[in-house]
C-alpha cells in the first residue's frame, strides 16, 4: 500500500494549476491527468461508484461497515493549484528528521524558509518536513489534502472492521479560481455535510471563510502615435488607470496590513494599453454587507477620475464569488461538533478559527451542503517557500476516520 508521504510526492510532481483567463471547465486540462489518476487509484483500493466527468469532478464511495443505515459524509479536497506562482517541474524535497532552524531551498538558494516566519517549525524538530526547491510552488494547497483523504480511504478499505457509516469522496478542480463546484452534482453526491481539507497546521476546524467578490476595473481612453499625443488629444488609459491604483487606501483594507476579521480590497491582475486597461480586484469581509462598501468605494473612485479626465471611461463591474460559510454551517450544527469530537478522538485540542480565504467548502454550505475545513498540514499557499508536515498529514489522516466513526454512530431519522 502507497505511503501517506508516496502519495503527496507523485500528486505533487504533476502540474495541475487553474487558469482565470480560460473558459473551459476545467480551466486547463493538464488538471485531467490527475483527476484521472485520483480515479484510477480509488478503483485499485475497492471504492464503490467511482467516476471522472468531463470536468474532471472525481466521485467514490467508501462503503458503510454499520449494519444501520448511518448519514453519508463528504471528504473533498481540490486537484488544481494557484496560478499566482509555476508548478511546472515541481521538484519536492524531503527533509527527513528535521534539525530545526531555517530551511534554504537547494533550487533557489535566495529563497529560505525562516523559522521567525514560521513558527509552527519549532514543533516539528525531529519530523519530515517537505518543501520545494524554491524554483516552484509545491502544491501542498491542496495535494497535501487529496492525499491525506486517499490515505484515510485506504485505511477504512484496509481495516474492515472500523465501523463507520458511508464516506463520499470528493475532488474537485479550478477551486483556485473560485470555480470549485461548477458542474458539481449535489444529487449525485449525496451527503448530511461535508470536510474540505484544505487548511493550515494540525487540529484547525474553520468555520468562517470570507464574503467574496471580484471587481474588474476598466478604463477606455483614447490612443494616438505619442509623435501627435497632444494635438490628437491622447487619453492614456495606463495612466488613469495608475491613479485609481493609487486612491485605494494603503494604511487599512489591504491584505498587506489587514489580519483577523479585517476585510480588504486587493488588485492581483493589471493589463492593457493605452486604448484600455483594466485591473481586477478581490473584494474581501467577513461581514457580507460590507461587500457592498467595498464596491462603492471603487465606484467613487472612477467618479472622481471620470469628472477629472472627462473624455476617459471608467467601468467598474462586480461579480460574486463566495459566501461565508458561518450561516450555512447552523443547519447542520452536528457539522462542527463532530469535527471538534473526532480532532479529540484524534488526539488533539481543536482550535476553532476562520479562514482568511475561501473554499469550495464555501460554496457548498452554500447550496445546501454544509462543509467545515480542516487543517491538512499545508503551509505557506501559493508560494515558492510553500511547506508541508508529513506529522500534521497524518494527524489529518486520524481526525478523518475517527470523523467516518463518530458519524458511522449516528442513525438516519
Known amino acids: 500500500m502507497d505511503t501517506l508521504l508516496e502519495r503527496l510526492l507523485r500528486y505533487v510532481r504533476i502540474d495541475t494549476q487553474s487558469d482565470e483567463s480560460s473558459s473551459t471547465s476545467p480551466s486547463t486540462a493538464k488538471q485531467l491527468t490527475l483527476s484521472r489518476m485520483l480515479a484510477d487509484e480509488c ?32 471528504w473533498n479536497s481540490h486537484v488544481d493549484t494557484s496560478p499566482e506562482y509555476t508548478a511546472v517541474n515541481v521538484r519536492p524535497v524531503v ?31 525531529g519530523t519530515t518536513i ?27 478499505m484496509a481495516d474492515r472492521s472500523i465501523r463507520h457509516g458511508p464516506v463520499r469522496v470528493l475532488f474537485t478542480v479550478d477551486e483556485e479560481i473560485g470555480r470549485g463546484i461548477v458542474g458539481l452534482d449535489f444529487e ?61 487606501p494603503a494604511d487599512r483594507l489591504a491584505p498587506e496590513v489587514t489580519e483577523q476579521r479585517e476585510g480588504f480590497l486587493h488588485p492581483y491582475m493589471i493589463e492593457g494599453g493605452v486604448a484600455r486597461a483594466s485591473v481586477r480586484i ?14 462603492q468605494l471603487l465606484r467613487s473612485i472612477a467618479v472622481e477620475l471620470e469628472a477629472e479626465h472627462p473624455r476617459a471611461k471608467i467601468e467598474v ?52 451542503l454544509p462543509c467545515p475545513n480542516l487543517s491538512c498540514g499545508q503551509h505557506n499557499p501559493h508560494s515558492p517557500l510553500e511547506w508541508a508536515s508529513l506529522k500534521e498529514m497524518e494527524q489529518a489522516v486520524e481526525v478523518l476516520v ?6 458511522g454512530r449516528e442513525r438516519l431519522e
Open 43 to 74: 478503483r485499485a483500493l475497492g471504492l464503490d461508484d467511482v467516476s471522472c466527468d468531463e470536468h474532471g469532478i472525481v466521485m467514490a464511495t467508501v462503503p458503510a461497515t454499520v449494519s444501520h443505515t448511518a448519514p453519508t459524509i463528504v
Open 95 to 125: 527533509h527527513e528528521k528535521y534539525r530545526g532552524g531555517d530551511i534554504t531551498l537547494p533550487g533557489d538558494p535566495t529563497k529560505v524558509i525562516r523559522v521567525a516566519d514560521n513558527p509552527a517549525l519549532t514543533g516539528l524538530v
Open 130 to 156: 517537505i518543501t520545494t526547491d524554491g524554483t516552484t510552488l509545491l502544491g501542498g494547497d491542496d495535494k497535501a489534502g487529496l492525499a491525506v483523504i486517499m490515505t484515510a480511504a485506504a485505511r477504512l
Open 188 to 248: 449525485k453526491l449525496g451527503g448530511v455535510c461535508g470536510y474540505t481539507l484544505d487548511s493550515s497546521g494540525a487540529g484547525i476546524v474553520d468555520c468562517e471563510t470570507f464574503s467574496a467578490d471580484q471587481a474588474t476595473v476598466t478604463v477606455t481612453g483614447i490612443n494616438s502615435h505619442p509623435s501627435e499625443a497632444k494635438a490628437k488629444g491622447m487619453v492614456n488609459a495606463v495612466r488613469i488607470l495608475g491613479k485609481f491604483l493609487a486612491k485605494l
Open 282 to 295: 478581490i473584494l474581501r469581509d467577513f461581514e457580507t454587507p460590507k461587500l457592498a462598501d467595498h464596491a
Open 317 to 368: 463591474a462586480i461579480k460574486r464569488q463566495y459566501r461565508n460559510m458561518r450561516d450555512g454551517l447552523e443547519k447542520e450544527p452536528r457539522a462542527v461538533a463532530k469535527a471538534v469530537e473526532a480532532t479529540r478522538a484524534a488526539g488533539m485540542e481543536p482550535k476553532l478559527d476562520i479562514i482568511r480565504g475561501g473554499t469550495d467548502g464555501a460554496l457548498m454550505t452554500e447550496r445546501g
Open 402 to 407: 475517527q470523523l467516518a466513526l463518530a458519524w
